[in-house]
């Protein structure tokens, strides 16, 4: 199979380009809005409409600026030390979904605190709405013939046009798949059963960090890093406190649900 090279350009008027990973980015954050709003509702979390732009301006935000820098830090410190302007070039790639992570949990915490808000409600609300954004992130890639998997004979095996001449895992369709459609599925079934508040924001945790773990043995690693110490990427390593977090978190809810 060839990778269809569909033009990342959906429309170009003189300078202004708007381009399809763009606008996955804004259907993420639209999606988001409407199924945080409706959890809300469900969960019988009081939010008010200005408060609800309030959280997804403070998430965006921290999507962003937590993004851009998670990949300067985690990914190619020294070409931005040599580089510095190129910090702002968000629109040359370089955003990390662990630095961004940080970035919401930030901007939520400030959110609480502003609100009063209980933390862990709200971080049920948003890890819920996060794969949606990650899906729709993953089909971008897919679309830019970005981010493309390991050389592979399976008959699914794709040619990108950067990759070489050798067939390709499409990983990005694997982490749609797993970290954007299943991912959501088990949060908004966790939300359906009325579970005790934080399960879905610790187990987010924990399955993010389990299938980005996993796919990351059929993404090609990043080529200024290859693969660090045990043969593994820097994705898997970052994902690693993931996967602790969420344990951790789990455990302390079993316990607390034990002792009440």
Same mark, same amino acid.
């Given at each position: 199979?060839?990778?269809?090279?569909?033009?990342?350009?959906? +429309?170009?008027?003189?300078?202004?380009?708007?381009?399809?990973?763009?606008?996955?980015?804004? %259907?993420?954050? #639209?999606?988001?809005?409407?199924? +945080?709003?409706?959890?809300?509702?469900?969960?019988?979390?009081? $939010?008010?409409?200005?408060?609800?732009?309030?959280?997804?301006?403070?998430?965006? @935000?921290?999507? /962003?600026?937590?993004?851009?820098?998670?990949?300067?830090?985690?990914?190619?410190?020294?070409?931005?030390?040599?580089?510095? $302007?190129? &910090?702002? #070039? /968000?629109?040359?790639?370089?955003?990390?979904?662990?630095?961004? &992570?940080? *970035?919401?949990? #930030?901007?939520?915490?400030?959110?609480?605190?502003?609100?009063?808000?209980?933390? &862990?409600?709200? *971080?049920?609300?948003?890890?819920?709405?996060?794969?949606?954004?990650?899906?729709?992130?993953?089909?971008?890639?897919? +679309?830019?013939?970005?981010?493309?998997?390991?050389?592979?004979?399976?008959?699914?095996?794709?040619?990108?046009?950067?990759?070489?001449?050798?067939?390709?895992?499409?990983?990005?369709?694997?982490?749609?798949? @797993? !970290?954007?459609?299943?991912?959501?599925?088990?949060?908004?079934?966790?939300?359906?059963?009325?579970?005790?508040?934080?399960?879905?924001?610790?187990?987010?945790?924990?399955?993010?960090?389990?299938?980005?773990? %996993?796919? !990351?043995?059929?993404?090609?690693?990043? %080529?200024?890093?290859?693969?660090? %110490? #045990?043969?593994?990427?820097?994705?898997?390593? &970052?994902?690693?406190?993931? +996967?602790?977090?969420?344990?951790? *978190? @789990?455990?302390?809810?079993?316990?607390?649900?034990?002792?009440?």
């Amino acid at each position: 199979m060839v990778h269809p090279e569909i033009n990342p350009v959906i +429309i170009q008027i003189g300078p202004l380009a708007i381009r399809w990973y763009g606008v996955m980015y804004l %259907a993420g954050f #639209a999606a988001g809005y409407f199924i +945080i709003r409706h959890l809300a509702r469900w969960r019988r979390i009081d $939010l008010s409409k200005d408060a609800l732009s309030d959280l997804m301006f403070y998430a965006v @935000l921290g999507v /962003v600026l937590g993004g851009r820098l998670g990949y300067v830090l985690f990914y190619d410190l020294a070409y931005y030390l040599r580089h510095p $302007l190129e &910090l702002l #070039a /968000v629109w040359q790639g370089g955003m990390s979904f662990h630095g961004g &992570l940080l *970035g919401v949990i #930030a901007g939520a915490c400030y959110f609480c605190w502003r609100y009063r808000q209980n933390p &862990l409600a709200i *971080g049920d609300l948003l890890v819920t709405a996060a794969p949606v954004g990650l899906g729709l992130g993953r089909v971008g890639n897919f +679309i830019n013939g970005e981010l493309w998997g390991r050389t592979t004979t399976m008959p699914w095996g794709m040619v990108f046009r950067d990759g070489g001449p050798l067939p390709r895992h499409p990983s990005q369709l694997y982490q749609a798949g @797993l !970290e954007g459609v299943l991912l959501f599925a088990v949060l908004w079934l966790l939300h359906r059963r009325q579970a005790r508040t934080g399960t879905a924001f610790f187990t987010f945790f924990l399955l993010y960090g389990v299938f980005r773990w %996993a796919m !990351e043995f059929f993404r090609e690693p990043d %080529a200024h890093l290859g693969l660090l %110490a #045990a043969g593994w990427t820097m994705g898997q390593w &970052l994902s690693l406190p993931m +996967i602790a977090f969420g344990l951790g *978190g @789990l455990g302390f809810l079993a316990r607390r649900k034990s002792q009440s």
